[in-house]
C-alpha cells in the first residue's frame, strides 16, 4: 500500500512573530517569563503563541538551564532544519511516482498489442472521463496515416468542448502537426477562422503553414473528429450537462458520417489565417460570405456573433466592412446586393 504519510504543515510567520524576533535580535535575548515588559503593545495570548511559533520554526531556542530565556537563531540555518523533512517528503513521491510510472510502463506493450487488432474493440464506446478520452485520442491519432478531419464549431479546438482533436493534447498543436509530418492529410470545418491576432490563430496558422486545410459554414454540427476514416471521436452531453465522448468504430457508421462531412466540406468557403493588404476583409471572403448569407437570413447580430464564435464587437466590425466593401447604406441594401452579385449563394466565391 502505498505511503500517505506527510509531514507536518509549517507555519507562516505572522507580524506578532516577525516583532518578537526583532526584539530578541536587538537585545541578544527574550524573556518568555517577563511579555509586558519584552513587548508591551501585545498582549500575553499573542505574545504566547508568537513564541511558540518562533521556537517551532527555529527561529528562537531556549538557553540551556534557563528555558524562559529564549536566543534568536540564524534563519538560514532555521530553514534548513525546517525544510528537511520536507524535502525528503517530495524525495519520497517522487521515487513512487517513478515506481507507479515503471510499473504502468510495463503494461504498455500488452495495450498495444490489445488495440493493434489482438483483441475485439467494441463499435461503440462512450467515454465519460475527460482524462481517458484524451489518452484514447492520443492513441489512435498516433498511428494516423491517411486523414485528420475535424469539425470544430465556433473555432476552438474541439478538446475545449470535450471531444478530443488536432490542437489537444500533447501540445497547443498536438497531433495535428505529428499526422501532417506523417503525410497524412488535416482538414477542419470551422466557422470561421479568428482574424484577430491571438493564440489560436496562431495555431491556425502553424498547421496551415504545415499543409492543414481550413473551410468555414455558418452552420455546423457537434464538434467531431475522424481518424483515417476508421474512428469517429464525437461530442456528446450526459444528462447532467457534463461532457463526454462517443467513439464509434463501426464501419458503416463511419463511412456514413465521412460521407455527411464530405458533402459539407464541398459547399464550405476555403479560408486562410492571413488578412488581405489594408487590414480589411472582402465580402466574397469566408467569414464575409457567412455573414451576408445571414443578415439574408434576418439575423440579428448577437445570433450572428454567436454561430461565428466571435465577441458582438468582432461581429459588428465584419458587418461594418461588408456595408462599406458593398457601398450599402443599409443592412437590407447590402442584401438587396450580396444577393444579387452571388455571395449569399452557397459554395465557392464568385
Known sequence: MPDTTAPDPVPRLDPAAVRLFD???????????????????????????ACELLLRLRLLRPVPQLPEQLVPMSPELAAAGVTAPLEEGIARAAEQVRAIREEFGALMPRYRSARQGG?????????????????????????????????????????????????????????GLAALARGARLRTLCRAVPAAPGPQRA???????????YRALPE???????????????????????????????????????QALDLLWAIA?????????????????????AVV??????????????????SLRTCRRHIAEILESLQADSRFQAGVLAERTGLTATGPPP
Open 269 to 289: 468557403t476555403p479560408c486562410h489565417t492571413r488578412r488581405p493588404a489594408g487590414g480589411r476583409g472582402q465580402p466574397g471572403s469566408g467569414v464575409h460570405r
Open 23 to 49: 526584539l530578541a535580535l536587538a537585545h541578544g535575548r527574550l524573556d518568555r517569563s517577563r511579555p509586558d515588559r519584552e513587548a508591551p503593545d501585545l498582549d500575553r495570548e499573542q505574545f504566547d503563541r
Open 119 to 175: 483483441t475485439r474493440r467494441d463499435p461503440v464506446e462512450l467515454l465519460t472521463d475527460p482524462v481517458i478520452a484524451a489518452a484514447v485520442f492520443a492513441e489512435e491519432a498516433a498511428h494516423c496515416r491517411e486523414e485528420l478531419f475535424t469539425v470544430s464549431p465556433g473555432g476552438l479546438p474541439p478538446t475545449a468542448r470535450g471531444v478530443p482533436g488536432p490542437d489537444g493534447p500533447d501540445g497547443p498543436d498536438g497531433p
Open 293 to 310: 448569407r445571414m443578415l439574408a437570413e434576418g439575423a440579428k447580430d448577437e445570433v450572428i456573433a454567436r454561430r461565428l464564435g466571435v
Open 203 to 213: 495555431r491556425i496558422s502553424r498547421l496551415i503553414a504545415a499543409g492543414a486545410d
Open 220 to 258: 455546423l454540427p457537434e464538434p467531431a473528429t475522424v481518424i483515417d476514416r476508421s474512428a469517429a471521436f464525437l461530442a456528446r452531453r450526459e444528462p447532467d450537462g457534463s461532457p463526454s465522448t462517443v467513439l464509434l468504430r463501426d464501419p458503416g457508421a463511419v463511412a456514413h458520417l465521412c
